[in-house]
Every structure is written in structure tokens, then in C-alpha cells.
């Protein structure tokens, strides 16, 4: 070994000691972050592939850190997870979302908004009863909110089927996401009731021969199960002819846009609604 410099070990532990102290300091300034309005809502459209007309705007979450700058939700929510804050963080960008799309139905742009929702929101909180104050709080028609939820190999199947049927009885529709990853189990079809499969963009992304095969299963499955669904992380235009051809319903991606903040996303709402 060389004499001078940090060895290996000690660059990894100083690494590792970054790491572990951004996560901190996250940690630690992510329980002002509501009060203090540094969480945002971005929208991403969701486009009919018959019409290429925005029927649905996906609600992604952002978090604007005074010093670290914008922090995206693949970093803070599994920390929001482990410490609980997700509950409240979504049941703030839920009644954001609920009252955004709100506010575009009474504007005559009628579209279906998403809300990731965390398994643990499920199971740590009366989420059922916080959608029903919600919904009935700003007047919003359940048709127009839409949630989107992962399943884990940790889910309770009975419980999760309960908290699903409550939730549709309250008009809200159901999509799983990521579907033919992780834990995404056939099993759950049949036992949850659900509205929408959304196909995971690892399929998409790839569309090598295996690739297209598991994209066009699952859109017979959605169909033979009397199911919409809705492919995710499309890119490009042979991406979108691909779904297209294969009778995929709904389309999103960076190929129509990105995840906007309100006032961007609002303008291509304006040019590509009816
Ligand atoms: P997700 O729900 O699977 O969301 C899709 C992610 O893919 C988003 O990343 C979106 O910006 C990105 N994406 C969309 N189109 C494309 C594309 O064409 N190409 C590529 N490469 N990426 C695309 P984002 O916004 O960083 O969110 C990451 C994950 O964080 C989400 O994955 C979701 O699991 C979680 N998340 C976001 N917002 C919330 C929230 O409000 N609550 C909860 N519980 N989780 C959230
Ligand atoms: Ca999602
Ligand atoms: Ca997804
Ligand atoms: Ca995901």
C-alpha cells in the first residue's frame, strides 16, 4: 500500500459517514418540512392512447430543502417510512391533491388524479375515514381521485382487502403499481379489487423480446380480468407504437412529460385537454 493519501477503507468510512450524516440532517429537518412549506407537489399527465388526450395527472412528490435544494422522493420517503412521517406527509399531499383536483373540475378539465399511498398509511392510520373527510371536506366527486399502492410480501392480504373494499365503496378507484415486480403477486388479483394495473417501467424501458412478452401478458390479464391498464416510464415514440398497437389504455412518460409543478403542468392541460 501507498503511504500517502487515505487507503481504501478509510475513504469508504468517510463516505459511508456522509452518507450516514445527510441522512441525519434529512431526518432531522424532514419533521419541519410540512409546517414549514418546504414539500411540493409535481403532476405528471396521463394520456389516453386512443385520443392522446390527458385524462389523469399522477401526484409525485418533491421536497424543497433550504441547503440541500430539491430532494426527490426516492431519498425521503423511505426515511418518511422508517420514522413515521409518512403518515402525515400523505395525508398532506392527498388533501393537496384532492383539492387540486377539485379545482380543475370546477375549471371544466375534469381529469383523474393519482395518490401514491404507502402500505404503512394503510395499516398505521384510519386511512379510510381520512379519504372519506377529505373527499366529502372539498366537495371532490371520487371518480376523480385515484390511488395507486405497491404491495409488499409483508401485507396482510385479509386486512389489505378490507381497507380496499371500504375504500371503493367510497367511489375511488384502485391501480397497483409497479405490477410485475417485487412482490406483485397473481394471488392479489383476484382477492383485492382493484381498477388498474400499472405495468412497471423496468418492462418498458427494455423492450427486448422478453420484455414485450411480459408487457403483452399482463394488458390480456387487465383485459381478461375486466381491467384498465396503464403503462408507465414511456420515453419514446417506439415505446408509445409498441403500447399502442398491443391495446395498452393509458399512457405516461417523459416522451408526453415530465413531472411539472402546478402552474407548467396547467399550461399543457390547457393545450392538450379536449
Ligand atoms: P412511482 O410511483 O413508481 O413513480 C414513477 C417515477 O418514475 C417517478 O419518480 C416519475 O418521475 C418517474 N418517471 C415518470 N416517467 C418517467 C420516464 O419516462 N422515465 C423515467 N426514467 N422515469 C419516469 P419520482 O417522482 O422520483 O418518484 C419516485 C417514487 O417515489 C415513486 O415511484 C413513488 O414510489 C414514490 N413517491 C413519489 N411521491 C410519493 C407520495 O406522495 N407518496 C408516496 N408514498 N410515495 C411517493
Ligand atoms: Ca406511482
Ligand atoms: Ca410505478
Ligand atoms: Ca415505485
Redesign the pocket.
Known amino acids: 500500500a501507498k503511504a500517502c493519501g487515505p487507503n481504501r477503507s478509510q475513504l469508504f468510512t468517510a463516505e459511508l459517514h456522509a452518507q450516514l450524516q445527510r441522512k441525519f440532517m434529512l431526518e432531522t429537518s424532514l419533521i419541519d418540512a410540512i409546517k414549514r412549506e418546504q414539500l411540493m407537489?409535481?403532476y405528471?399527465p396521463k394520456l389516453c392512447a386512443l385520443t392522446k388526450k390527458v385524462i389523469g395527472a399522477?401526484?409525485?412528490?418533491?421536497w424543497q430543502h433550504p441547503t440541500e435544494g430539491l430532494i426527490?422522493?426516492?431519498e425521503f420517503?423511505p426515511i418518511?417510512?422508517k420514522n413515521g412521517l409518512?403518515i402525515p406527509?400523505?395525508e398532506w399531499?392527498l388533501e393537496e391533491a384532492i383539492r387540486q383536483a377539485k379545482l380543475w373540475s370546477i375549471k371544466e378539465h375534469p381529469i383523474i388524479v393519482s395518490?401514491?399511498?404507502?402500505i404503512l398509511?394503510m395499516t398505521h392510520t384510519n386511512f379510510v375515514d381520512c379519504v372519506r373527510q377529505l373527499l366529502k371536506q372539498h366537495k371532490l366527486p371520487p371518480h376523480l381521485l385515484n390511488l395507486?399502492i405497491?404491495e409488499s410480501m409483508t401485507t396482510d392480504i385479509t386486512f389489505m382487502s378490507n381497507v380496499l373494499h371500504a375504500l371503493k365503496s367510497l367511489g375511488v378507484s384502485i391501480s397497483i403499481?409497479?405490477f410485475g415486480t417485487g412482490y406483485s403477486s397473481l394471488r392479489y388479483l383476484s382477492q383485492l379489487p382493484i381498477d388498474t394495473l400499472?405495468i412497471?417501467?423496468s418492462f418498458?424501458?427494455d423492450l427486448n423480446i422478453d420484455n414485450q412478452s411480459i408487457i403483452k401478458t399482463i394488458i390480456q390479464l387487465a383485459y381478461s380480468m375486466g381491467l384498465s391498464v396503464v403503462a408507465?416510464?414511456?420515453?419514446t415514440a417506439e415505446q408509445e407504437l409498441f403500447l399502442i398497437e398491443n391495446d395498452c389504455h393509458e399512457l405516461?412518460?417523459?416522451?408526453y412529460s415530465?413531472?411539472m409543478p402546478l402552474e407548467h403542468f396547467e399550461t399543457i392541460l390547457l393545450q392538450h385537454f379536449n
Open positions: 407537489v409535481y405528471q399522477e401526484a409525485l412528490i418533491r426527490s422522493p426516492g420517503i418518511a417510512e409518512i406527509i400523505g399531499i395518490v401514491n399511498v404507502s398509511q395507486e405497491t403499481d409497479d400499472k412497471d417501467q418498458i424501458r408507465e416510464g414511456v420515453e405516461q412518460g417523459y416522451h415530465k413531472p
